[in-house]
């Protein structure tokens, strides 16, 4: 008798885990594909819209570049500055004045970077609304202020370059 028992507790443990595991593996399947799913049909909603996107990536592209010019003059500025005398660089009222402009510059890359943040929320919410005139709209406002970022950084680093030339005098 107690073999029957232990048996049958064997065999419906055996079948226990079996069907744990089909039911895992189902749940695994299912959990994966409506994700890929989303993925898939967002970049079928973005396919008309190929070109803007490939501008966006060498805008991008540009504006990195222009990142790392203004990293190697304020490389070049900080051995300048660490050259000359203790005190000359604030002693010097263009410099002063370099420096607001520098501040002031700042800020409104910081308020156009804050823009094309939610310009990308924007676009993602149109994307899962299916918009596709506010897809578009979104599209070339992202364009339009990476153009701005751009132009202001290009504005940054013609400033560090004049601020080259006056230390080196």
Not at 126 to 154: E, P, S, T, V, W
């Amino acid at each position: 008798m107690k073999r029957v028992i232990m048996l049958a507790a064997a065999f419906c443990f055996g079948i226990g885990i079996f069907a744990g595991a089909l039911a895992a593996h189902a749940q695994g399947t299912n959990s994966e594909q409506p994700h890929h799913m989303h993925r898939d049909h967002m970049w079928k909603q973005l396919a008309p819209y190929k070109n803007k996107l490939h501008e966006k990536n060498q805008l991008k592209a540009e504006y990195y570049g222009l990142k790392k010019e203004a990293l190697l003059k304020k490389d070049t500025l900080l051995q300048l500055h660490s050259g000359n005398q203790p005190g000359s660089w604030h002693k010097n009222p263009k410099m002063k004045q370099y420096h607001q402009s520098m501040r002031k510059l700042h800020m409104e890359m910081k308020s156009l970077k804050d823009k094309e943040k939610a310009e990308k929320k924007n676009l993602k919410a149109a994307l899962k609304a299916k918009d596709k005139a506010k897809i578009g709209f979104h599209l070339d406002q992202m364009l339009l202020i990476q153009k701005q970022i751009n132009h202001k950084l290009a504005e940054r680093n013609k400033m560090l370059d004049t601020m080259i030339k006056e230390m080196k005098k």
